[in-house]
């Protein structure tokens, strides 16, 4: 971690095999989107999803056929070696499912609620067998209790509790100089999370079984409402924007937002929840969060490819398919040298263009080539840990730079096993 940010004090909640808060490096989070009870696509998602690198998976759970595949979805990632821990994510009949599929609630690691779809109101459509008085969010909590589950109170600006923007607005309205309605709107998003968490203590909850989100769909929105959520609590913080958006909008929306958090020590968990194309990977979105955390030195994940922009020295497209090349390799790598190999996440590779940077940046990578731009010796030098080791020459210079990357993993970084 960068020795620039100091993490903000938090408390450490454990959900399964991950800890979140409390010092625990940032947690890299994401959710399927497939029907939670098309049991083969779910367990297909999550797998990839845990294979990219997500540290937990968050499933929909909003039937009575998603709860009743949740034990299925469990075994069989299991079976594959994939002990991810499942989240999942209620909201109006989360109390139902957990109540009528105890073996759902069990073997879930952790719950979402969002208190302003849950209900605080017992209503007679509400009642559940063996809870004649409680109401929904009261059983949710009891069930994260009894089967010792934490749970995210998770606050959303379009879902939120509105007896708490109504009391709210009513209390400004009353002021001698009221405050605008967007601030107001904030301070109630606040207020709802930790008032659901406060009430959840009141019921048993431990304070360190709980986590907060307070997520919004616009950066400075989000930067303010988690700026001021940090000085009212200790709770472990979940980070994200709700709806982030596709493509590079989304990308620059969340990395806007979470960096400048990050930065303050603000944040345990994230989730980059962007909207994938038509017929996307799901992963993207793994992939941004963890290169949010590693080029901001919080944590490294895989190793970093540096390669130069381009310019008129670098007509030739060669150094952009080697570089777009020899990163999806690292890729796909990863789990396998993950396993096999110790700190082989922090490994840097240069991929350069011409003369001009491109023996200084290889240099200072670990493995470094500098390919040769318009008008140089048609040679590629490659750098080893500062030292030339070699010069590739002729058609498969792609091809050979691979293998020497591999060689170079297999020989620098100890293997875990012995």
């Known amino acids: 971690m960068s020795a620039a940010i100091k993490r903000r004090p938090s408390q450490r909640v454990q959900v399964g095999k991950i800890m979140l808060g409390g010092g625990a490096p940032v947690v890299v989070q994401s959710m399927t989107n497939t029907d939670t009870a098309d049991i083969g696509a779910t367990v297909q998602q999550v797998y990839e999803l845990a294979q990219a690198g997500s540290e937990l998976v968050r499933i929909t759970v909003n039937t009575p056929e998603a709860a009743a595949a949740v034990p299925a979805i469990r075994k069989r990632l299991d079976a594959l070696g994939c002990d991810v821990p499942l989240i999942g994510d209620f909201h109006y009949n989360g109390h139902r499912l957990l109540t ?79 405050k605008d309605v967007k601030e107001v709107t904030r301070a109630a998003l606040i207020a709802s999370a930790i008032e659901g968490a406060k009430r959840a203590e009141q019921l048993g909850m431990p304070h360190d079984r709980i986590v907060l989100s307070c997520k919004v769909s616009e950066v400075q929105d989000l930067i303010a409402v988690y700026r001021s959520l940090t000085q009212q609590c200790d709770y472990a913080l979940h980070l994200g924007l709700t709806e982030a958006g596709m493509g590079s909008k989304g990308i620059v929306a969340s990395t806007a937002a979470l960096a400048v958090l990050l930065q303050e020590g603000i944040g345990d968990t994230i989730r980059v929840s962007l909207t994938p194309a038509p017929g996307g990977s799901r992963t993207e979105e ?133």
């Open 100 to 178: 009528e599929y105890p073996e759902c609630a069990q073997l879930l690691a952790k719950y979402r609620i969002n208190p302003g779809n849950v209900g605080r109101v017992r209503k007679s459509e509400n009642l559940v067998a063996g809870h004649p008085e409680a109401d929904p969010f009261t059983i949710m909590i009891e069930t994260a209790i009894r089967y010792g589950k934490p749970v995210r109170i998770g606050v959303n600006w379009g879902s939120l509790d509105q007896s708490v923007v109504v009391r709210m607005m009513d209390e400004n309205s009353r002021q001698p100089e009221p």
């Open 286 to 418: 793994v992939i941004v969060a963890q290169e949010i955390l590693q080029t901001m030195g919080l944590r490294a994940f895989a190793p970093m490819v540096t390669a130069c922009p381009g310019c008129g020295r670098t007509t030739s497209t060669v150094f952009q398919e080697l570089a777009q090349s020899i990163q999806a390799h690292l890729r796909e790598q990863m789990p396998e040298w993950r396993k096999q190999y110790a700190g082989v996440e922090n490994m840097t590779v240069a991929v350069m263009g011409c003369v001009v940077n491109g023996p200084g940046e290889s240099k200072l990578a670990n493995i470094g080539i500098s390919l040769p731009g318009t008008g140089e010796t048609p040679a590629a030098p490659v750098y080893i840990d500062g030292e030339k080791a070699m010069t590739l020459r002729g058609e498969n210079i792609a091809a050979e730079f691979v293998q020497i990357v591999d060689d170079y993993v297999a020989k620098k970084y100890v293997r875990k096993n012995g």
